[in-house]
């Protein structure tokens, strides 16, 4: 998979100091998604997430944009990755294969207080429904080829998004941060969220992503305990987030045995050994790190 795609528009120079985030550049700039999409697939990505993790009509209108255009903007997050993806297998055997997964951020990244990491805003399943149809209507008829509903703090809005994902009969895959080894972020087991994703039978794999990386490795043990779908981990780059400040720091960490974990491709072993299939980078993760991911796969 890839990896971040606002630390690399930071580096190009964007400003992402925004209730947007990444989605103020399809605004602004989109030919600078379409150029990060390019530099991962030369890192040797396979899968790359669209840049529409926060573009929602309701975060659009708050700056004066309405539903249609909100929806166009949507849909060229699809289209941008497409453009990329195009353009790298002009010049590249077995691109065919490359897929592009359309980002379907929670409520929370909406709220953009942090709440994705913490699950405690609440909603009835209509409301949320009803919050995510369009978007995901948009994103598949832009051709997405699945959906990323992805950084899920929150079991029951997964549960309105297996609604979904069953409305528009699409693939797709569910991941989800976490507030220890063995719950997501809202307090619910993992092994009920794998319950209830493996019921649905689009859903392509389940996992974790966005979370620290000595995480990854109890989370993914409690998954294979109750699902026999592919697992997916993508986790941040090995620093941790301080949401107060703002800021990241180092944090060193250790797989089961003991082993230093300083990015995402130190944990592919063991990760592939407990069943994940898709594996990628979360925040501050970067092509090198994508690259690296991609050689120790190889070396497996």
Not at 119 to 143: M, S, T, W
């Amino acid at each position: 998979m890839d990896g971040a795609l606002a630390t690399e528009l930071e580096r190009h120079g964007c400003d992402l100091a925004d209730p947007l985030w990444s989605a103020k550049v399809l605004l602004e700039q989109p030919h600078l998604i379409e150029r990060v999409h390019r530099e991962y697939f030369a890192a040797g990505a396979r899968i790359a997430i669209t840049a529409s993790y926060q573009a929602t009509p309701q975060g659009f209108a708050q700056r004066g944009i309405g539903h249609a255009a909100a929806l166009d903007l949507v849909a060229s997050s699809v289209h941008l990755a497409d453009a990329a993806r195009t353009a790298h297998a002009s010049g590249h055997a077995g691109s065919a294969a490359l897929v592009v997964a359309g980002s379907v951020g929670p409520y929370g990244a909406y709220l953009a207080d942090g709440s994705e990491y913490r699950g405690d805003y609440r909603l009835d399943r209509e409301a949320f429904k009803d919050f995510h149809r369009p978007r995901i209507e948009a994103l598949v008829a832009a051709g997405a080829d699945a959906l990323a509903c992805e950084t899920l703090p929150s079991a029951a809005e997964a549960a309105a998004l297996l609604d979904l994902v069953a409305e528009y009969g699409v693939e797709a895959w569910f991941s989800f941060t976490l507030r220890d080894g063995g719950r997501i972020s809202d307090g619910t087991p993992l092994d009920e969220v794998a319950a209830l994703c493996s019921a649905e039978r689009r859903v392509a794999a389940v996992g974790v992503n966005c979370v620290p990386l000595e995480l990854v490795t109890p989370a993914l043990t409690a998954l294979r305990a109750a699902t026999d779908l592919p697992l997916i981990a993508y986790p941040n780059s090995g620093e941790e987030y301080d949401a107060a400040t703002k800021t990241w720091s180092p944090a060193p960490a250790t797989t089961s045995t003991g082993a230093e974990l300083a990015g995402p491709a130190d944990g592919v072993a063991e990760w592939r050994a407990l069943g994940a299939r898709l594996i990628g980078g979360c925040c501050r993760t970067t092509p090198q790190d994508i690259a690296a991911v991609g050689a120790a796969i190889a070396g497996h």
